[in-house]
């Protein structure tokens, strides 16, 4: 006997939470399940940009991710025990009306799915650990899904976030192209250090036997330690491996390790998948593409995957058209190629500066079919209304629903309860009606209330 639900949600990193906390406040039964016995330990990804920042501010988890989250130090570069060069990989810039978080913050992987399931909890839902995904068939109407419990359940759609090497993209035959660097090898560790301040991020290179970093977790009393490694080499992955690295590349000799928390091995792997949909089955964050750490894309461009598909998968479930369902791959896919070659772009110059196309602030689905004279982010600013109150943007759009802004406050178009109408003041106005999409982009653009009506029928 199946159990049944709308949405089965394969692994509970940044992109499967995201997905189940958007999910869950919309009211969509859905299950989320890793095959981790309990949550993942580590920094992992620890940048997170100005775009996640007001993602998270709509999902309403801003506030403890605030709270913990510094931005990045200044770097300070040595050869060996020599300072040769200090500068921010950052700019900080104080935040404006339109982008409220200017900032790229520090924020360890760790704490910002802690924070996630933290508001997954609040919202009545939970991940469930020890069950891995073992297999799955679908259909014209869902999907059996084979869990490790020895489970079976029922689902509408299955969301395949589980990493780059995913099962679930495997089983479906998807190609993943591109690039395993296999001379760019990585050794990362979360360590406690001595002898060191915690007011920069502390790199060293030494000519013949590589480089070492030391980045101070925000909100923690621990480091980041990445190292590259020489071909054929692989290091005991113990405290006493890290600590061999440091020594013969910082010279230091007052630098030392006290313990070894977390640690892991890794290649710079540079894939796109094929496709980000198979019938009912979908991919999101790393099981669709994977990034070099340069520029901090990979896990911000996951969230966002999840906030494109969250509303859809609402929408449809709802009754929307099967084909909005297309939009996400038409829409993610693209956007995910970019940021691949921004990405690799940064690595290859071994660039430490990182400016505002990191940021993801300018990414746009303008062109797509759901983009009517639209398609943009819609940035955040006070907005005076008709009715003499003033009210600031992102307050308008925060929550699951449409928003529209429009000279008659209360136009009769479909959409009902998930469209919420305001009419905007002077300048503000004009005679146009703008459709703000759940995920703060532009729909549409028109003076013309009929094709409003109709935009709204597709979606």
Known sequence: MHENTDVLIAGAGPTGLTLAVDLARRGVPFRIVDQAPEPAAGSKGKGLQPRSQEVFDDLGVIGPILAAATPYPPLRVRIGAVPIWQARMHRTAAATDAVPYPTVLMHPQWRTEAVLRERLAGLGGKVEQSSALTGFEQDADGVTARLGTGQ???????????????????????????????????????????????????????????????YPMAGTDTFQMLASLKPGVTPEQ???????????????????????LWSSLYRVNIRLADRYRSGRVFLAGDAAHVHPPAGGQGLNTGVQDAYNLGWKLARVLAGAPEALLDTYEEERRP?????????????DRKSYKRGEDTYQLSLSYRGGSLARRGGDRVPDGPLPLADGTRARMFDLLRGP??????????????????VRAYAPAGPYGGERHTLVRPDGHVGISTSSVEELAAYLAMV
């Open 238 to 260: 113990t405290l006493s491996g890290y600590q061999r690295i440091l020594a013969e590349r910082s010279m230091l000799p007052r630098v030392r390790l006290t313990e070894l």
């Open 401 to 418: 629903h449409f928003t529209l802004l429009s000279p008659d406050p209360a136009p009769r178009v479909p959409g009902g309860p998930e």
């Open 152 to 214: 079976s359940l029922r689902a509408r759609y299955l969301v395949a976030a589980d990493g780059g090497r995913s099962q679930v993209r495997k089983a479906l035959g998807i190609g993943f192209a591109g690039e395993t660097r296999e001379e760019e090898r990585m050794a990362l560790g979360d360590v406690r250090a001595e002898g060191l301040d915690r007011d920069h991020i502390h790199v060293w290179v030494r000519p013949g036997r590589g480089m070492v970093a030391l």
């Open 335 to 347: 956007v995910a190629a970019g940021v691949l070659g921004l990405s690799v772009d940064l690595a």
